[in-house]
């Protein structure tokens, strides 16, 4: 079955530092990648994502690119603020006519000044 | 829009108790999907809805654990008994068949917690 595996957490990174999540999955077809960031005592909300290979996702500074060879979607963001402190979960549907989402575990990031 | 809205966003009840969640989706949306957080599991899918007929129900844990969909706008989810193990954020999300490559939209969750 599909499934996707982030790195463990949690995090912690000074103000500006630069910010790599690794996210990998397994996947049947041609899967949709997505990031998802929950913020404390909130829903999830889509960062970005990509549809097919070599697509780069970004949205508010975070980048991600499909890469289909590695079987990898990381999560980059090259200088952190306080406010990126939250939880991201790397995701993946399976393709055409999947609309069910499998979440890694989630990655906790904290952000000191 | 208002996006997806769960109530009541937090609940506090005994052993043995019946609960119920309810969630109204984003006016238009088609699917409408059931979640649970917890640490130890992180995010699990329960059931989803489409154009409220249950699609796939294989998440939900036991027979103590019940979902409807009466209509477009509205759904239930129904714990009865509740245990202490089923403490936890329940998540209901929806997404629209043709939108932005099945993006799901989240509501705010319920945070439960089984005494």
């Known amino acids: 079955g599909d499934s996707v595996t982030q790195m463990e957490g949690p995090v912690t990174l000074s103000e500006e530092a630069c910010l790599t999540i690794n996210c990998t999955y397994t996947a049947t077809g041609y899967p949709s990648l997505f990031w998802y960031v929950q913020y404390p005592g909130e829903g999830l909300q889509l960062l970005l994502k990509?549809?097919?290979?070599?697509d780069k996702g970004s949205n508010k500074g975070f980048e991600a690119t499909y890469r289909k060879e590695t079987t990898s979607f990381h999560l980059e963001k090259g200088s952190v603020q306080v406010s990126d402190s939250a939880v991201y979960f790397c995701a993946l549907t399976s393709g055409a006519g999947s609309y069910q989402l499998t979440f890694g575990k989630g990655t906790k990031l904290s952000v000191i000044p | 829009d208002a996006g997806v809205i769960q109530s009541p966003r937090h609940e506090v009840t005994e052993m043995g108790q019946e609960v119920t969640l309810r969630c109204k989706p984003i006016?238009?949306?088609?699917?409408l999907f059931w979640y649970r957080q917890t640490m130890m599991r992180g995010l699990e899918l329960l059931i989803y809805f489409n154009n409220n007929v249950p699609i796939d129900d294989s998440g939900m844990p036991e027979d103590r654990f019940s979902a409807k969909m009466p209509n477009a706008s509205f759904s239930t989810l129904k714990i009865q008994p509740s245990e202490p193990r089923d403490s936890a954020v329940y998540f209901c999300?929806?997404?629209?068949?043709?939108?932005?490559?099945?993006?799901?939209?989240f509501g705010p969750g319920t945070r439960l917690t089984v005494l």
């Open positions: 990509a549809t097919k290979a070599d």
């Open positions: 006016s238009g949306h088609d699917y």
């Open positions: 999300a929806s997404s629209l068949v043709g939108g932005s490559h099945n993006e799901q939209f």
